[in-house]
């Protein structure tokens, strides 16, 4: 068995920010996913997959396996193909602050959506931003890692209009 597929960049300040799957969609179950994501650095998991995504995928149960493997567990849920509404906004204002000391701290940040590009690069885009990269340095890293995020409509349309 393959491990769970992942991608990483890697910022100048030596953070990471992962872009991957939803953990147990390919080719492992979620304990090893979850457990390749640790081998990988992670430190904090942001799940962008509402409640019901998750149940329909049987990851339902992330939360405490990410507490079994010491990964903070933040969830930020988009629907897909979306742009971000509630309750996203008010998890991101609850969590933003975490997010960004970690990326301060040369922290490993893994997202993930379903496939791992569109709403996972939609939110690596809201980090980096909100971080100080400007919107044209986002869209090279973000697409240069994931060519076909922030290309749908509605998401890159928040992601312009994003103001930090």
Request: some cysteine; hydrophobic content about 35%.
């Amino acid at each position: 068995m393959s491990a769970h597929p992942y991608d990483v960049l890697s910022l100048n300040n030596g953070a990471n920010i992962i872009f991957t799957p939803c953990p147990s969609t390919k080719t492992q179950n979620l304990e090893d996913s979850i457990a390749t994501l640790k081998a990988a650095g992670t430190n904090i998991l942001l799940s962008l997959m509402p409640q019901k995504e998750l149940e329909k995928n049987n990851v339902e149960t992330i939360n405490s396996e990410c507490n079994k493997h010491d990964i903070t567990w933040f969830h930020l849920p988009i629907n897909d193909d979306e742009a971000p509404k509630q309750p996203f906004t008010s998890s991101w204002n609850t969590h933003k602050t975490d997010i960004l000391q970690a990326i301060q701290h040369k922290q490993t940040i893994a997202i993930h959506c379903k496939g791992g590009t569109g709403r996972t690069g939609l939110v690596a885009a809201l980090i980096l931003n909100s971080a100080g990269y400007t919107k044209e340095e986002v869209y090279n890293l973000v697409q240069g890692i994931r060519p076909k995020a922030l290309t749908i409509k509605l998401q890159k349309e928040y992601f312009n209009n994003f103001e930090v």
